[in-house]
């Protein structure tokens, strides 16, 4: 069978292999489609932390079962299946407390272990999440939305109040839409007026804000002077991160999406004063992939797709995803010609 590996940084190579081999207790799969994430984009690029080459990236997976054992989830062969791609271990403290999504052991496939950019697939078969009703590009997109169903259920949001996302890519878009499907008043801000545009025009977001110098009045305004009772970083941008808690209303929340490498800075007195609540969101749950399974007849799947080339075409155009000038919201890659 075919793969696509990131030998080192900056080379892929497409190569060939034995299809694997079913243990008990996993699922053989065919992957027919995956999403290109942040996490690929900076593995190729030689900048994502805890990495190891040659990996096979991957973790926003589309696929069908070509054979399981039989399991509580009911799944059989031929089932369209949403691989949830964070493997615990179920007995540390966090997996004890149902936090499975920060599990002190945690492998990702595509990060830790290698992932699904391969025509077949073994994984756990408790991973699993049956999705016959999704369409291969729908499934595709599963995994970066739950990332922001569990943001947004962190956060708790109620209807009709302010809610602020830094950061326009999948991610925060992904947020964006979740909010308003709880019922809150969002406001994007982004540097990218394309990408801010996108979140007018097809998200349907409230209200769309330029970042710099002007945003946090642009903020005040339209919230009355009053701020964002929660704000989201999507952007991972450390002076973005550190821009946040100005947009934030007192008592509001704090909630760090975006991943920055390196340290934070700010003003005690202004956060105190505040009473900020900050809060990190990592990865995400069962119950945050069975809740973007249930919305996702909502979400714009078609215009938030890009660009899809198959996989015989991927190393040629993987370049070009790198620069905003291509457009790129998200790419995919068809591994089921």
């Known amino acids: 069978m075919k793969y696509i590996v990131c030998e080192k940084p900056g080379e892929f190579q497409l190569k060939e292999k034995e299809a694997p081999v079913r243990k008990e207790g996993e699922a053989l799969l065919q992957i027919k489609k995956v999403g290109i994430c942040g996490t690929d984009l900076h593995a190729y690029g030689g900048n994502q932390a805890f990495f190891t080459y040659p990996r096979i990236l991957g973790h926003e997976l589309a696929s069908e079962v070509i054979d399981i054992d039989d399991n509580p989830q009911g799944i059989v062969a031929g089932d369209k299946v949403v691989i949830m791609p964070y493997i615990s271990c179920g007995k540390c403290i966090a997996c004890r407390n149902g936090k499975t999504n920060c599990c002190t052991n945690i492998t990702v496939l595509g990060v830790h272990g290698d992932g699904g950019m391969q025509e077949q697939i073994t994984v756990p078969a408790n991973i699993l ?35 602020v996302v830094v950061g326009c890519g999948p991610i925060g878009i ?16 982004d540097m990218n007026e394309e990408r801010l545009a996108y979140a007018k ?6 209200y769309v804000v330029k970042a710099g110098e002007n945003a946090v009045k642009e903020v005040e305004k339209i919230t009355n002077g009053e701020l964002a009772t929660a704000v989201f970083d999507a952007s991972g941008n450390k002076y973005a991160l550190e821009a946040c808690p100005d947009y934030m209303a ?27 609540t900050l809060m990190c969101s990592r990865n995400a749950t069962t119950e945050d992939f069975e809740h973007v399974i249930s919305v996702l007849d909502q979400f714009p799947t078609e215009s938030f ?33």
């Open 201 to 206: 025009d097809k998200i349907g977001v409230d």
């Open 250 to 276: 007192h008592g509001g929340r704090f909630v760090l999406v975006g991943l920055s490498k390196g340290e934070l800075t700010y003003v005690h007195p202004k956060i105190h004063a505040k009473e900020m």
């Open 305 to 337: 797709i890009t660009h899809n080339v198959p996989y015989t075409e991927m190393i040629e155009n993987f370049d070009s995803w790198l620069k905003p000038e291509t457009g790129v919201i998200k790419a995919t890659v068809d591994f089921k010609l």
């Open 129 to 163: 999440l049956k999705a016959n009703n999704l369409s291969d590009d729908e499934m595709a997109i599963v995994e970066p939305l739950a990332i922001g169903a569990h943001a947004v259920r962190r956060a708790a949001l109620k209807s009709n109040e302010f809610v």
């Open 174 to 189: 992904g947020i964006m839409k979740l909010a308003q499907i709880e019922g809150a008043k969002v406001i994007a801000i």
